[in-house]
């Protein structure tokens, strides 16, 4: 069975995911694990990775998706923010762009650490709002996201892409 891993990773997270899966299916053909590139190899399954941009799937990825027909799809994201219902409404918003002439096999979300800017920028919004409570859980969830992708990330994503294949 041939597999393909395209992803779009810029800090890294999405890529940690995509090596795990190259990694966790090291006993099948894998023919390419690597950021979209000119021509998409054939392959039985196709694992598509993003990291999440302003609430939905990068636009490397959206198009992608969109240019894949009658495949075997798994789809993988990781997002700063965490939470079933979050990846719930984010894997509704990927799945507008993959056509409906294929197969989608499953989806895997866990959360990725993001950039030290964005822990600055609402220190600094906390400054002026002192009082603001949205602010303080975003705050923490900046914080609980720098471990992942962590250890149990990993152990997952290897379980659920062999899931994928069998
Ligand atoms: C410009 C920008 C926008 C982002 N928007 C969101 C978002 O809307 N929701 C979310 O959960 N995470 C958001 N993130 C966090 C990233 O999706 C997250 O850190 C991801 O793991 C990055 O993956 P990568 O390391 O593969 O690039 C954003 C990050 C950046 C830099």
């Known amino acids: 069975m041939k597999i ?3 992803y779009d990773s810029n800090t890294g997270n999405t890529k940690e995911l995509a090596l795990a899966i190259k990694d966790a299916l090291k006993g099948y ?3 390419y ?6 021509v998409i190899p054939k392959a039985d399954i196709y694992f598509i990775g993003s990291w999440t ?4 799937t990068s636009n490397k990825i959206k198009a992608v998706l969109k240019d894949l ?3 075997k799809i798994a789809y993988f994201a990781t997002a700063g923010f965490n939470g079933d219902g979050y990846y719930k409404r984010l894997f509704l918003r990927a799945k507008i762009n993959i056509p409906d002439d294929n197969e ?7 959360q990725g650490k993001m950039p ?3 822990r600055e920028r609402y220190e600094a919004l906390i ?4 009082d603001d409570q949205k602010l303080m859980v975003s705050i923490s969830n900046f914080d609980e996201a720098l471990s992942h992708p962590n250890h149990d990330d990993i152990d997952n994503v290897k379980k659920w892409a062999l899931e994928m294949v069998e």
Do not use: S
């Open 69 to 71: 027909h009658d495949q």
């Open 53 to 56: 941009d302003k609430g939905d």
């Open 116 to 118: 030290m800017a964005v």
């Open 29 to 31: 053909e894998v023919v």
């Open 33 to 38: 694990c690597d950021k979209p590139g000119d």
């Open 4 to 6: 393909a891993i395209i």
């Open 127 to 130: 400054k002026a709002n002192p």
């Open 104 to 110: 989608i096999l499953g989806h895997f979300y866990c």
